[in-house]
C-alpha cells in the first residue's frame, strides 16, 4: 500500500509529514515555555524530517540529454475530452451556462515512473530516489510505535491528544491523509445538506404533497386580492360605478373596467360593483382578475346567481375543473328554485375530480327533470360549462342552444356557443356564433380575440392578426383616461402572445419585432397596408 499522500510531496514540495512538523514547531516558537509533552513531540518530529522526497519532475525531465527524451507527440495541457456531449458540439442546445452537467476535462497526461530510465545529472544536482517499499504504512507505524514506548511511562503525556493520535497510528487504525480527507468531506456534505434543507424547506413542505398544491388558485396565478389599477383618474369621480355601467353599454370594456375598480375602491363592501368588476374583466379576456373579483362579490352576496355561472366558466378557461365544479354546486344552493337538491350528508370538497364531476352532473340533470317542459337558461348554461370541462362538445353545444332559445340576446351564450363549436372542429359555424356576440356588444373583447382564434385554425393568419389588432386597440382606450401616464397598459399579454405567433406564421418576423415592442401604431399600418 503506497502512503504518498502521508510522505510523498507533489512535485518535489514538502511532504504531509513535514508539514507537520512545521506546524507544529511555528506554535512551540510563539511559546514562552515549553513543557515537557511539547518537548517529546518535538523530538519525534526531528528525527523524523528528513525523509526522504520523491524527485522534482520537471528538474528531472530538464536534465535528461536530448537523445534519450521520449519522440512522442507533445500532450496539451488541459487536453479535454472527445466525448460526444462535449458542450463544444452541443453548445446550442444548452439550456444555459451552468457547468454542471459538462463533461470535465481530462488531466494533463504524466509518464508513468516506471518507464523512465535513469538521467544523467550534472554534479551541482542531487536527485533522491525512493523506493516503495520504504514508504509503506509499516514504517510510519514503527516510528509511531517508538514514540509510543518511549513516553508510556509518562503520566504527563500518556492521555494527551498527541498521544492517543499516535496509538491510533501505530496501531493501524488510522491513516493520516486519507482519514482527514474523508471526515473533511463527509462534514462538507453534512454542512451542505443542512443548508439546502434550511433553505428550501417551505418548497420542501409544497411538494410534498403535490396534487393539494398544484391544484390550488394560488398556484395558478390566482391571488386572493385583487390587484388594482395604479393612478386610476377615475377613484376621484363619485358616480365611477354608473360612467362604467355607460362605458359598457358603448362597448368599452377597458374603460368600464376602471371605472368599476375605482367604485370597488371607493365602497369596498359593494357587491354591484365587484361584480360588474368580475363579468367585465372576464369579457376583458383577463381570468384571474375576473375570479377575485367575482370571489368577493359572492362573498358580499350570495344571492348573485349569474355571479356563480361567470366565475364557474373562468375556472374552467384557466384549467381549475375542480373549483369549476363545486361552484356550480354553490349556484345549486343558492337558488330558491334548486337548493332542496343538494344532500345535507355530502361535502363535495371531499371528493376527487371524476366523482364530483358525476356528482354535479347528476345534480343537474335533476334540475332539468324537475320541470321538463320549460327550459331554465341558466341550468343549461351550467351544463354546457359542465360538458365543455370533460369535452363532451357535442352536448355542449345542445345546452348552449336550448339556452340561446330563451335568451337570444346573450352576447356571453352566443360567445360560449362559438367556443365550443371551434373545440369540437366546427370553425365556420363558430365564426357566425362569434358574429352574434358581436353585434350584440362590439367591444366584447373575448369573442373578439376567439374570432382570431378561429380564423388561425382555419389558416387565415392575416384575418385572425386583424382581429386581435381590433382587440389590442380597444383595450388601448383605457389610455386615454391617462393622459400624462404613457406608461399605463391594461392590454392583454395572451393578446399580444397570440399575435406574435400570427406573425411568425405569416413568416414577417421583422413585424414580429414590433410585437415584441408593443407598437400598435405601427403593426395598425403594417396590416392595413398589406
Not at 110 to 131: D, F
Not at 146 to 159: G, H, R
Not at 496 to 513: I, N
Request: glycine share 4%; with cysteine.
Amino acid at each position: 500500500m503506497s502512503l504518498n499522500k502521508l510522505v510523498g510531496g507533489d512535485c518535489g514540495g514538502n511532504n504531509s509529514l513535514v508539514q507537520l512538523t512545521n506546524i507544529v514547531s511555528r506554535d512551540a516558537s510563539s511559546a514562552h515555555s515549553l513543557s515537557q509533552s511539547d518537548r517529546f513531540v518535538n523530538e519525534f518530529m526531528a528525527q523524523n524530517s528528513q525523509v526522504p522526497q520523491t524527485f522534482n519532475m520537471n528538474a528531472l525531465l530538464n536534465n535528461i540529454p536530448e537523445v534519450e527524451k521520449p519522440m512522442a507527440k507533445p500532450v496539451q495541457a488541459p487536453m479535454t475530452s472527445v466525448s460526444p456531449y462535449s458542450s463544444q458540439q452541443y453548445a446550442p442546445w444548452l439550456a444555459g451556462p451552468s457547468s454542471s452537467f459538462m463533461p470535465a476535462p481530462m488531466m494533463p497526461f504524466q509518464m508513468p515512473y516506471q518507464h523512465m530510465q535513469k538521467p544523467i545529472a550534472p554534479s551541482n544536482v542531487q536527485i533522491q530516489y525512493v523506493s516503495e517499499s520504504e514508504l509503506q504504512q509499516t514504517s510510519v507505524q514503527s516510528k509511531a510505535q517508538e514514540y509510543v514506548n518511549s513516553v508510556k511511562e509518562d503520566d504527563e503525556l500518556a492521555y494527551n491528544q498527541f498521544m492517543s493520535f499516535m496509538k491510533k497510528i501505530s496501531a493501524g487504525e488510522m491513516h493520516f491523509g486519507e482519514t482527514l480527507e474523508a471526515e473533511q468531506r463527509q462534514a462538507n456534505k453534512d454542512k451542505i445538506v443542512e443548508e439546502m434543507a434550511e433553505k428550501y424547506k417551505d418548497e420542501w413542505a409544497k411538494l410534498s404533497n403535490v396534487n393539494d398544491y398544484w391544484n390550488t388558485e394560488a398556484a395558478n396565478g390566482i391571488a386572493k386580492e385583487y390587484t388594482f389599477t395604479e393612478g386610476n383618474v377615475m377613484l376621484e369621480n363619485k358616480s365611477a360605478l354608473e360612467i362604467g355601467k355607460e362605458r359598457l353599454k358603448m362597448g368599452d370594456v377597458p374603460g368600464a373596467v376602471l371605472c368599476f375598480e375605482a367604485a370597488a375602491q371607493q365602497q369596498p363592501d359593494l357587491a354591484e360593483a365587484w361584480f360588474l368588476l368580475g363579468t367585465t374583466q372576464a369579457e376583458n379576456e383577463q381570468d384571474p382578475l375576473a375570479i377575485t373579483a367575482l370571489k368577493k362579490s359572492l362573498e358580499l352576496d350570495p344571492r348573485q346567481l349569474e355571479g356563480y355561472i361567470t366565475l364557474a366558466a373562468a375556472y374552467t378557461n384557466e384549467n381549475l375543473d375542480k373549483y369549476a365544479y363545486i361552484t356550480l354546486t354553490d349556484w345549486l344552493k343558492a337558488s330558491p328554485k334548486y337548493s332542496d337538491l343538494i344532500p345535507q350528508d355530502i361535502n363535495p370538497q371531499n371528493m376527487n375530480l371524476k366523482e364530483l364531476e358525476a356528482y354535479v352532473t347528476s345534480l343537474y340533470l335533476k334540475a332539468v327533470q324537475l320541470n321538463p317542459s320549460e327550459v331554465d337558461p341558466d341550468v343549461q348554461n351550467a351544463l354546457g360549462v359542465i360538458f365543455n370541462i370533460n369535452h363532451q362538445y357535442d352536448k355542449a353545444v345542445d345546452c348552449f342552444k336550448a339556452a340561446l332559445m330563451v335568451s337570444s340576446d346573450n352576447a356571453k351564450l352566443w360567445n360560449r356557443l362559438g367556443a365550443t363549436l371551434a373545440n369540437s372542429d366546427r370553425s365556420e359555424e363558430a365564426v357566425n356564433a362569434y358574429h352574434e356576440a358581436l353585434n350584440l356588444e362590439p367591444g366584447f373583447i373575448r369573442a373578439r380575440y376567439n374570432v382570431g382564434i378561429t380564423c388561425m385554425n382555419l389558416k387565415a393568419y392575416k384575418e385572425a392578426a386583424q382581429h386581435f389588432l381590433v382587440a389590442l386597440n380597444q383595450q388601448l382606450k383605457a389610455k386615454g383616461m391617462f393622459p400624462n401616464d404613457s406608461s399605463v397598459d391594461n392590454s392583454s399579454s395572451t393578446i399580444w402572445t397570440t399575435l406574435r405567433m400570427v406573425c411568425s406564421y405569416m413568416g414577417e418576423h421583422d413585424v414580429a419585432k414590433l410585437v415584441d415592442e408593443r407598437n400598435l401604431s405601427e403593426l395598425n399600418k403594417f396590416f392595413e397596408d398589406s
